[in-house]
């Protein structure tokens, strides 16, 4: 008996201090986190890199871009997007996926500026002409944001030119539902993939009209897929998978029997 009553106040102890010890270590979110992602993606470690900005403060030159969005602003973007160096864009995986970036060892620093936070949305080419720390900021195997103007001068003075920066990806934060823009034709279906959460990036694609099955789409350019099929007079449903967490989820019925190019269609679900 004397054994048995131990063996319970062990158990009760350990119960006990488990619970103290989960309140205690209980993290308090960081001071301007980009939001949380509780069963989807996470923030990875810092990393470090440099960071350049183009066009002006109206951030007109970073409209429409490799990933292939169009106009930024009427598409839900703004100017706090980057174009990538070919090291980070990934032959355009990387598109919509979502950086905090703060600017580290420079003068040109603003102080208490903890970091902005931006959507990759273009391809900063490399420039074989320049070195690559001489103007060929964007050459393999360097790491480098090209910035939109707004966008560094959260972080940094512009007369900087240049700074050196530690970034990591973040979980993307989107107000509803995954958005497909169609181009193409009646034989040929293109869309664009915008408004992507979590992750913020696309692997693989299908559609799947209201008369067909699942049909794989292949990737175009940035966050285009394509697919080869006469999908006209069929109401459209997609599925998607995550580049990065390969997680999958279905988009049905996303665009009515009457469907047209030009036009774009949201889906009533998304990553996280």
Request: with cysteine; glycine share 12%; net charge positive.
């Amino acid at each position: 008996m004397a054994v048995a009553t131990a063996s319970d106040s062990l158990r009760s102890w350990r119960f006990g201090l488990l619970c103290l010890l989960v309140v205690i270590w209980r993290p308090a979110a960081a001071a301007g986190s980009y939001g949380s992602s509780p069963a989807g993606f996470k923030p990875t470690a810092w990393s470090l890199a440099h960071a350049t900005f183009y066009g002006d403060e109206t951030a007109s030159e970073t409209m429409g871009g490799a990933c292939g969005y169009g106009n930024l602003f009427q598409n839900g973007y703004g100017t706090d997007t980057a174009a990538l160096s070919s090291t980070l864009f990934d032959d355009g995986y990387a598109c919509g996926q979502c950086y905090q970036i703060k600017c580290v060892q420079s003068p040109w620093c603003f102080k208490g500026v903890v970091f902005t936070t931006v959507t990759a949305t273009n391809l900063c080419p490399p420039n074989w002409s320049q070195d690559s720390n001489a103007g060929g900021w964007c050459n393999p195997p360097r790491a480098h944001f090209d910035m939109s103007k707004p966008a560094f001068m959260k972080i940094a003075q512009w007369k900087a030119g240049i700074v050196p920066v530690m970034h990591r990806r973040v979980p993307c934060v989107r107000t509803g539902g995954i958005r497909f823009q169609f181009q193409g034709n009646g034989y040929w279906l293109l869309v664009y993939v915008m408004n992507v959460g979590g992750a913020g990036d696309v692997a693989s694609m299908w559609v799947k009209g209201s008369r067909t099955g699942w049909i794989s789409m292949s990737h175009n350019w940035g966050a285009s897929y394509q697919a080869f099929a006469t999908l006209g007079g069929q109401a459209l449903s997609f599925k998607l998978t995550s580049y990065t967490t390969k997680e999958t989820i279905v988009a049905l019925n996303v665009a009515p029997s009457n469907w047209r190019v030009g036009m774009t269609y949201k889906a009533n679900v998304n990553f996280r």
